[in-house]
């Protein structure tokens, strides 16, 4: 069975960091590309950040582009997202997301149950 | 990028209805279009993708689109269709979801 779970969300102060960890297992992680997805308290959900199975390529949001960092430890079957220069609109929900099938599409067959982050002083 | 809108944001329909979400890309996006269901405090699941309707998911629901124009029907409300539907096109990044359709049971 799939299985991704979140964690390192919390409460952080407008400007500061926080690292969100993602731990996959049932799957052969390393060859799935991997995402981030955000969903602020009672709206829509928000694609953050796609990097490929072999961290060949990185995707972001124009939204957190140069303050987000994601990255990836196929080693370790973890998925990472480094967050800095956090603003009030980052509050959010955020999901890990493996997509479908390997070198497919992406679209999200797997989710995590979500990790709180909220920024606020 | 490419924006997603998504209509009615909101239904509520009787137990046996036929409910229909559309969607509108603001490009041709072809057939690269997933539909996701989430459930309060759930993280959402994919249920359609590409004109396929995911493994488990009821023959109730379907797909039909391309291009710039998508549908999502429930041909027959049930209880536990009760959630926010969201579309999400996969044809190029920045990927971006619809804003979601709330389906609530009368």
């Known amino acids: 069975e799939v299985q991704l779970v979140e964690s390192g969300g919390g409460l952080v102060k407008p400007g500061g960091s926080l690292r969100l960890s993602c731990a996959g297992s049932?799957?052969?992680?390393?060859?799935?590309?991997m995402n981030w997805v955000r969903q602020a308290p009672g709206k829509g959900l928000e694609w953050v950040s796609c990097?490929?199975?072999?961290?060949?390529?990185?995707y972001y949001a124009d939204s957190v582009k140069g303050r987000f960092t994601v990255s990836r430890d196929n080693a370790k079957n973890s998925l990472f997202l480094q967050m800095g220069s956090l603003r009030a609109e980052d509050t959010a929900v955020y999901y890990c997301?493996?997509?479908?099938?390997?070198?497919?599409?992406?679209?999200?067959?797997?989710w995590g149950q979500g990790t709180l982050v909220t920024v606020s002083s | 990028d490419i924006q997603m809108t998504q209509s009615p944001s909101s239904v509520s329909a009787s137990v046996g209805d036929r409910v229909t979400i559309t969607c509108r890309a603001s490009?041709?996006?072809?057939?690269?279009l997933a539909w996701y269901q989430q459930k309060p405090g759930k993280a959402p699941k994919l249920i359609y993708a590409?004109?396929s309707l995911q493994s488990g998911v009821p023959s109730r629901f379907s797909g039909s689109g391309s291009g710039t124009g998508f549908t999502l029907t429930i041909s027959s409300l049930q209880p536990e269709d009760s959630a926010t539907y969201f579309c999400?096109?996969?044809?190029?990044?920045?990927?971006?979801f619809g804003g979601g359709t709330k389906v609530e049971i009368k």
């Open positions: 590409a004109s």
């Open positions: 997301a493996r997509v479908l099938s390997p070198g497919g599409s992406t679209w999200f067959g797997g």
């Open positions: 490009q041709d996006i072809s057939s690269w």
């Open positions: 049932g799957f052969t992680f390393s060859r799935y590309d």
């Open positions: 999400q096109q996969a044809n190029t990044f920045p990927l971006t």
């Open positions: 990097i490929s199975a072999s961290s060949s390529y990185i």
